[in-house]
T-cell receptor
Framework: NAGVTQTPKFQVLKTGQSMTLQCAQD?????MSWYRQDPGMGLRLIHYSVGAGITDQGEVPNGYNVSRSTTEDFPLRLLSAAPSQTSVYFC????????????FGQGTRLTVV | AQSVTQLDSQVPVFEEAPVELRCNYSSSVSVYLFWYVQYPNQGLQLLLKYLSGSTLVKGINGFEAEFNKSQTSFHLRKPSVHISDTAEYFCAVSEGGDYKLSFGAGTTVTVRA
């Protein structure tokens, strides 16, 4: 049972480069989200989606784009990487009701130099 | 919008001693409360959640938490910790009707022999 799968696990980018962090879930969950984790700041919501074709901004959306063409996939795009985007990124999914458990991927550790 | 405050950033504790991690939230509406654990280099997994009913909630690995509405707190406790409980612990809140989770900054628990 795969759950939430994130790729890659580690990535180093140069300033100005672009890349896509992949997230896939096999639980048929409607709600998916992206967080970034920085020391002393917990997890902050970047973007989220309540279903295929529907996305919205979270707390820290600047510099990131998302799309949701299928229920399973929710990629996060960095169009022009900046050192401030060095972080650990987590994708999560849930059934879609606020009182249920969110399942997290293993994370992507991104360094922008 | 809600905010979540974890009052201790680091908690060192000896093996077999009790531990309490404090969490306070601010919200003007009904909330759902969660504690997640993150072991080194892993994603987050749910320890326990409060949705409604009994204010004392039991979770996995011997953890429990008590919801106190008047003090807007949701403190996590374990009567006797093990070395394997060394991890970072996050308190999270979602407001009624909202899919999004707000996380505290995290508490790092280090268990020593």
């Amino acid at each position: 049972n795969a759950g939430v799968t994130q790729t890659p696990k580690f990535q180093v980018l140069k300033t100005g480069q672009s890349m896509t962090l992949q997230c896939a879930q096999d639980m048929n969950h409607e709600y998916m989200s992206w967080y970034r984790q920085d020391p002393g700041m917990g997890l902050r919501l970047i973007h989220y989606s309540v279903g295929a074709g529907i996305t919205d901004q979270g707390e820290v959306p600047n510099g990131y784009n998302v799309s949701r063409s299928t229920t399973e996939d929710f990629p996060l795009r960095l169009l022009s990487a900046a050192p401030s985007q060095t972080s650990v990124y987590f994708c999560a999914s849930s059934v879609g009701q606020q009182n249920t458990e969110a399942f997290f991927g293993q994370g992507t550790r991104l360094t922008v130099v | 919008a809600q905010s979540v405050t974890q009052l201790d950033s680091q908690v060192p504790v000896f093996e077999e001693a009790p531990v309490e991690l404090r969490c306070n939230y601010s919200s003007s509406v009904s909330v759902y409360l969660f504690w997640y654990v993150q072991y080194p280099n892993q994603g987050l997994q749910l320890l326990l959640k409060y949705l409604s009913g009994s204010t004392l909630v039991k979770g996995i690995n011997g953890f429990e938490a008590e919801f106190n509405k008047s003090q807007t707190s949701f403190h996590l406790r374990k009567p006797s910790v093990h070395i394997s409980d060394t991890a970072e612990y996050f308190c999270a809140v979602s407001e009624g009707g909202d899919y999004k989770l707000s996380f505290g900054a995290g508490t790092t628990v280090t268990v020593r022999a």
